[in-house]
């Protein structure tokens, strides 16, 4: 089975940031997430892919080995460099990879909280996308999420009727733990049976079969800030998976997708807008009224003489700064057009035009600083 480079996975050059890879991993993550492939099977093995991919390359240590013996540094009993000899070649973040590879997540990051064989909840993730708009105003969106909820007929606890007497678990006899092959690796996981506790009961549920909880959709209302980023991650403590029989729930991870928009495009907070310009609107001055996102409408004075390019700043008009009081601007940049598919008039005008410039001899600074350094030019090669 040959294993595609992990920078082609990643589709980034092997030289990469920290960023870029970051950014790289977030919008195929999106693009490939079961939540928006359902069913499709080649878009979940490109989903694990990616996970697998980002999970190395993002910790510097596992890059470095792959860097130096590729995909050889993370088989089984092989590689070179003292990686091989069984077990799990990662230590301790190897459960990282393993939640990832199924599309959870760990307390991966050492932000989250250490796992422990509690039966805490799984974290789980989707995306949401929103439009431009939404991501300016900010937007309460409602996601659909498959999970574990607490059973409500044992209230979690897992026992039929109150009675929580235990008994050592059949599936791991009582270790808490499962050793299953899973393509290179051995891994030992949590028992799904018992969630690590080793114990069952004896008298279970009939609803959850002891679990203390169940599967159901469960829909939640997010609510998105105004000056979201495309690829914004949010997080919600404990809207997760239902822990096992009572254990903490999980957390939900949200991202965001964002449209792009066909008027605006977006660096941070502050917002850009293109403006055409006619030539002699650029030339003789005016106004030229801009729209913002906020639905207002912006009168942009154009001072007589303005050049392609130019760039007039609207203060506050662009989106707003996360956990901030503060707001980007807004840009209006002019492009100037050249007129085509002339009246005989605009054509006869013009033409008295082009007589009267060739005349004057005079146009912009900019075009006679390019002629005087053309003449510089000249004088240099002595002709
Ligand atoms: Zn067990
Ligand atoms: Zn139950």
Known sequence: MAKRDYYEVLGVAREAGEDELKKAYRKLAMQFHPDRNQGDAAAEARFKELNE?????????????????????????GGPG?????GSPFGAGFEDIFEEMF???????????????????SDLRTGVEISFEEAYAGVKKTVRIPTTVQCEACTGS?????????????????QGKVRAQQGFFLIERTCPTCGGQGRTIKN?????????????????????????????RIRLAGEGE??????????????????????????????????????TQATLGGHVEVPSLDGTRSRVTIPAGTQAGAQFRLRGKGFSVLRSAARGD???QVSVETPQNLTPKQREL???????????????????????KVAAFWDGLGR
Do not use: W
């Open 350 to 372: 013009l033409e008295q035009f082009e007589a009267e410039a060739a005349k004057a001899g005079k146009s912009s600074p900019e075009a006679e600083g390019f002629f005087a």
């Open 82 to 86: 003292g990686f091989g000899g069984g």
């Open 103 to 121: 599309g959870r997540f760990g307390g991966g990051g050492g932000r989250g909280r250490p796992r422990q064989a509690s039966g805490r909840g």
């Open 53 to 77: 991919a980002y999970d190395v390359l993002k910790d510097a240590e596992k890059r470095a080995a792959y860097d130096r013996y590729g995909h050889a540094a993370f088989e089984q009993g």
């Open 330 to 332: 807004m840009f209006v």
């Open 242 to 279: 239902a822990g096992l029989r009572g254990a903490p729930a999980g957390d939900l991870y949200v991202d965001i997708g964002i449209k792009p928009h066909p008027i605006f495009q977006r660096d941070g907070a502050n917002l850009f807008i293109q403006v055409p310009l006619r030539m």
């Open 204 to 232: 279970p549920c009939k609803v959850c079969q002891g679990a203390g909880r169940v599967q159901r959709d469960r829909t939640l209302a997010v609510s998105i800030p105004a000056g979201v980023e495309d690829g914004t």
């Open 158 to 174: 897992g026992a039929e009727g109150g009675n929580a007497s235990v008994q050592t678990c059949a599936t791991c006899q009582g």
